[in-house]
C-alpha cells in the first residue's frame, strides 16, 4: 500500500512540496535558514536538477552548462535594465535565449559523444567567460558586472507609471519585492515544478528512451533509432533550466557576473550531481544543499565561532577541539570539500543517495523499501554505466 | 504492513502540523522586518556585529588573511584591549576604547573568494544572519563594487578595503559605500612628476593592461597623465586575466621601439609578467640611447615578495607603507608587529583605518543609523592614520589624501623592507573634481 | 621576422610545457584507463619540492635586525652562507638544478603512494567517479600546500648564470634583438629529452612493450601470465614524475603558488583531446600545436583583426579539430566514447 503510495508522483509532489516550503524551519537548527542560503539552495537546486536531466539520464558530461547559467544571468539583469523591474519578463526572456544558446552549443557538441562531449562543452563554456570578462564588456559590464544603475530606461515600468526616485527600485513580482523570504519563496515554486517537470521525464517513455541512449547508443542506433533528437532535446532542457535558475540569481539578486560561466563553475553542478547521486531525483538536491552550506556555513566558522560550538566541553578539551577542528573550517573549509569527495566516493559510489538507500536495506523492511525506490529512481544506474 | 502505514500517516501528520505551529513562531524574527526597528540590524543587546568580508581562498588569500589580522587588531583596540594602536594617534577621535556607543564589537567573517556571486552570498549572510551593521573588506574591485551594490539595497554601510578601481567611487559610487583606498586616477597623478624626474619626457610607453575593468582604468590613468608630460604610448596591449606565461606578449616589446614598459596588472598576474619581463632582459635593454625601464603603478609589499629581486629599483604607487615614520603609522605597525611578528600589508592598513573611521562615526553620529553614520563620514577630516591630513569627500565617497610613490629597495635592510619610498605627493596633486569620474550617491536607505 | 621567429621559439617553449603535462596524462589514461584530475596537482607538488629545496637550503639563522625599531624582527642569515661562505651561496642559487635531482625519487614516491592507496580501487569504476575522486585528492593536496606555504607565489629563480637572454639572434647571424632567455631555452630541450626519453623506453625496453602492449589489449596480456598491474604502478609513478619534473622546471619562470596545477589542468585537458585520447604521440603534437597557435594570437596584428582571440583560441581549435577529426588528432576509435 504505502509502495503504491509512492509510485504517485501526487504524493511525492506533496511530500516534497511540504519539505522545500518548510525550509526555513527544519534548516533553522543548523543555521542554514537564512533567506540568501535558502535561496540559493533553491535556485542552485534547480541547476541541479536541470543538469540531472542530461548526465543523470543519458551520462553526457556537459562540462559547459554554467554559460547558459549566466546567459540567464545576463538576460534577465538586461531585461530589468531595459524593461521593467516585473521578474516575469525576465525570467521568460532568461530561459528563451538560454534555451536558444543550449540549442546552438548542443547541436554542435552532440555531434561527438564521451570526454569529447564534454571538452566541446567545456570549450563553449570557456568561451563564453573569456569573452564576457573582456571583449563584450560593453554587453557584460566585464569584471563588475552588469547591474541597475539610476539611468536605466526601463520602459514598460515607464509607461505603467510606476515612479522614478533616486534610490534604485528592487525586483518584484507584481509588487512582491523579490528579496528576504518572499525570495525565498518565489525560487521555491519553482523549484517545486522543476522539480516535478524531472519527474515527469524521468517517469515518461521518454525519459527510458534517454536511459537506453546511456546504457547502449550503439545498440539503438543499430535498431534504427535516431538518438540526435533525444539528446539534444535533453540538451535544450537542461539548458532552460540553468538559465531559469541564472534568472532567478538575478532576480533575487540583480547583478551578473562573468565569473558564473567558468568552467568550475560548471564543475561545482557536476560536483553537486555525483556526490548526491547522479541519476536520481533528490541527489543532486542534496548535493546542492552540502556544497553550498559548506561554501556559506564552513567558511565562516572562526576559532571564536567554533569555541562556541565546543563551549560544552571542559576547557582543556575545548581547546583541544578547536585546534583540530580548526584547519577544516573557516578558509580551510576547501579542504574539508575535497575530503568529503573522496570519502563519499570511495565508499558510496552512488553518492549520498546510495548511501541512503544501503541504510534502509540495513534497516528498513517494506515502507523504508518503499521510499528507496523513489529516491534512488534509477535503481540500474551502477549497472547502467560503464 | 499497516503497522508501518499508521506510523507514517501519523509522523506525516504530526509533521505537517509541527511546521504550521513552526512557521508561525518561527519565521517571523528571522524575518528581515525594517518596521521593527529603526533600521537594519538595529543592535539591541550588549555588542553590535561588524562583518568581515575577505578572501581567504583563491589568488588573494594572503591579502586577505592579512586583513583580517588588522581587522582583529582593529576590533581589539575599540574594545580598549591591547595597546589601542592608532586609537591614541587618531585626531579628531571620539573613539574611547569601551566598544562603540558603549557596546561591546563583535565580528563575523566571511570568505569572498575573490568572486562577485560568493562574497556578495557571504556579506547577505551576515547581514541576513549574523546581523552585521557593516561590511568592510575586499581584495578586487569587482568584488568591492558587487558588494556596495548589495549594501546599499540592504541598508547597510560598506567599508571598501583593497580596491584600487576609479569605479569605486567613480561612476559605481553608492551613498552607502566609503573607500579609504587610493584609485588608478590618483596613481597616474602621483606617479607621472617622478616618471618625468626619473626617465625623461622623450619617452615611449609600451602598457600590457589585465584585460578587465580595473586594467583599463589603470591603463588609461597612466596613458593620461605620461601623455600630459610628452610621452607617446607605442601600444597598450590587453592580457588575459590570469594567462600565466606572458612571454608572447612581452617578445614583441623586445623590438617595439618602446623604453618603458607599464605593467597593468596585480597580483599573480604583476609578479609572473615582472618575473618574465626581466628573465627577457629587458631590464638590462638599451633603446633609443636610454635604459630600457619598468614601471608597475599598483604596488603591494606581499607581491613585491613573491617578484623577488625582480622587484628591486622599479617604480610604482602605494596607498601605505608600513616603514613611514608619522605617529599614527608607528603606532599601527608596532601593535601590529607585536601581535604577529611582521609588519602590516597596505591592505591591512586600510582595513584597519577602516574600521575605526566607522567606529568613530557612529560615536560622532550618536548612532548606528546608517543614514547618521553617512552623515558623519561624510566630508570628515581627520589626521594621525598613517597618510597625514585625510578627508573623506562628501561628493564621491573617496578619502583624500597624500600618495606615495615608491621604488623596490635596492639594499632591502630585512625579509619586509622592499620598498622604499620616493615622494609622498601632496593631495592637492592627487586631486580632482568629484563629477570627473560621473556616477551617482543616491540616497540614504533605512 | 624576429617576431616571427621570437612567437616560435615561445609558442615552442609553452607547447613544451603542455606537452610535458599532457604526456603524464595520456601515460595513466592510456595505460590505466583512469581520468586523473590530480594531475595539475602533481605538477604543482613538483614545482614546490623545488621551493622546499630552497628552503631547506636557506635554512636560517635568526638575527635582531637592528634596523626595524617599531618592533622584535629578525633577519635571517642562511646557515650554508654562515658554514661556507661563497659557496654555500652558491649551493642556494642552484637549488633549482638540485631539486631535479631531489624531486624524481619523491614524486616517483607519491605517484606510486597514489596509485597503491586510491588509484588502484578505481579502475573499475566510471570515469565519472574517477574525476571526482581525484578532484577532491587534487583539492586536498592543493589545500595542503597552501596551509605550509600560503597563497602567495614564491619565487625560486633560476641559477645566476642563466638568468639573462641568449642572443639567439647573434648565434644564427640575425638581428641582435632576438634575444631569447636561457632558462627558456634550456626548458624547451629539458622537455625534449624528457619526451624523447619516455618513448625510447616504451619503444625500447621490454618493460614499455608490455605496458604498450597492456594500453592496447590489458585482458590479453594478463592471460599471458605477465603482471601488468605492477608495471602499471610504476607507469603512475613515471606520469608523476613528468608531472614533477615539468613543474620543477617550470618554477624559474612562474613563481609557482598553490594554485598552479590547477590552471594548467583545464588546459592540458583540452590538449590530450585535441591530440587523441591515449595516443602519446598526439599529446606532444597537441602540445607544441596549441602553444604556438596561442602565441601567434597574441599577437598585436592578429589581434586588431579579430579582438579577443588571444583569450579563445585554444578552445576555438579544440572545437574546431574534434568536428573535423572526431578523435582529435592521432586519437584511436573507441577511446573514452560512451
Known sequence: MMKGLFKSNMAIMIVFTAVVLTAPIWLAPIGASYPDLLQKFAIFGVFAIGFNILFGLTGYLSFGHAAFLGIGSYTAVWSFKLLSMNVLPAIIFAVIVAGVFSLIIGFISLRRSGIYFSILTLAFAQMSYSLAYSVLTPITNGETGLQLTLKDPRVIDGMVGIPVTDSLPSTNFFGIAMSGYEGFYFCAVFLIIAFYVSLKIFRSPYGMKLRAIKSNQTRMKYTGFNTRPYLLSAFVISGMFAGLAGSLMAVTDPLAGAERMQWTASGEVVLMTILGGMGTLIGPLLGVGIIKYFENIFSALNDAALHEIYNFLPLGLENVMVAVSSPFVGDGWHLTLGALFMIVVIFLPGGIMEGFSKLSRVFGKSGHEATEDVVSESSSKTEGEK | MSDDNKFSTLSRRGFLKASAAGAAAGAAPMFFVKGANAYVNEPKGGSVTLGFNVPQTGAYADEGADELRAYKLAVKHLNGEGDGGMLNTMKPSSLKGNGVLGKKVAYVTGDTQTKSDAARASAKRMIEKDGALMITGGSSSGVAIAVQGLCQEAGVIFMAGLTHSNDTTGKDRRKHGFCHFFNTEMSGAALAPILEKEFGKDRTAYHLTADYTWGWSQEGSIKKYTEALG??????????????????????????????????????????????AVQFGLRD???????????????????????????????????????????????????????????????????????????????????????????????????GMGNGPTEYRAG?????????VVRGNQNPTSQFDLLEVVEVTPRSKVEYSDTMLGGQLGSCNA | MDEILLQVLNGLDKGGAYALIALGLTLTFGTLGVVNFAHGALFMLGAFCAVSVQQVLTISERVKDESITFFDAYKEVPYLEIWWGDFGSMIIDYSVPISIFVSIPIMLLIGVAIERGLIKHFYKRTHAEQILVTFGLAIVIQEIVKGFFGANPIPTPAPDIVSGSAPVGMWLGLSENLVYPYWRLIYLMFAGVIIFGVFAFLRF??????????????????????????????????????????????????????????????????????????????????????????????????????????????????????????????????????
Not at chain 2, 243 to 268: C, E, M, R, W
Request: glycine share 12%; with cysteine; charged share 15%.
Open chain 2, 231 to 276: 610621452w607617446k604610448t607605442k601600444a597598450a596591449v590587453r592580457t588575459p586575466l590570469g594567462a600565466g606565461d606572458f612571454s608572447q606578449y612581452i617578445t614583441p616589446v623586445l623590438n617595439s621601439g618602446a623604453d618603458v614598459l607599464v605593467l597593468n596588472h596585480y597580483g599573480k598576474d604583476m609578479v609572473n609578467s615582472l618575473t618574465q
Open chain 2, 285 to 383: 635593454k638599451q633603446v633609443n640611447g636610454k635604459d630600457f625601464q619598468i614601471v608597475v603603478p599598483l604596488f603591494s609589499r606581499l607581491m613585491a615578495q613573491g617578484a623577488g629581486e625582480n622587484i628591486k629599483g622599479i617604480y610604482g604607487s602605494t596607498n601605505w607603507n608600513w616603514s613611514l615614520s608619522d605617529e599614527g603609522s608607528k603606532a599601527f605597525v608596532k601593535s601590529f608587529g607585536a601581535e604577529y611578528g611582521f609588519p602590516p600589508s597596505q591592505a591591512a592598513h586600510t582595513c584597519y583605518v577602516q574600521t575605526l573611521l566607522y567606529a568613530n562615526a557612529c560615536e560622532l553620529a550618536g548612532t548606528f543609523n546608517p543614514c547618521g553614520v553617512i552623515e558623519a563620514l561624510e566630508g570628515f577630516n581627520f589626521d
Open chain 2, 396 to 404: 564621491d565617497h573617496q578619502c583624500f589624501k597624500d600618495v606615495l
Open chain 3, 205 to 338: 625496453t621490454t618493460f614499455g612493450m608490455v605496458v604498450r602492449a597492456g594500453m592496447a589489449d590489458r585482458e590479453t596480456v594478463g592471460l599471458l601470465g605477465i603482471n601488468v598491474q605492477r608495471r602499471f604502478t610504476i607507469v603512475f609513478g613515471l606520469a608523476a614524475v613528468v608531472a614533477g619534473l615539468a613543474g620543477v622546471m617550470y618554477t624559474p619562470i612562474l613563481p609557482p603558488d598553490y594554485h598552479i596545477g590547477m590552471d594548467f589542468l583545464v588546459l592540458s585537458f583540452v590538449v590530450v583531446v585535441v591530440g587523441g585520447m591515449g595516443s602519446l604521440e598526439g599529446a606532444v603534437l597537441a602540445g607544441f600545436l596549441l602553444g604556438i597557435l596561442q602565441s601567434f594570437a597574441s599577437m598585436n596584428e592578429v589581434k586588431q583583426i579579430i579582438p579577443g582571440i588571444d583569450q579563445i583560441i585554444i578552445y576555438l581549435v579544440a572545437v574546431i579539430v574534434l568536428l573535423v577529426r572526431p578523435r582529435g588528432l592521432l586519437g584511436r576509435e573507441g577511446v573514452m566514447e560512451d
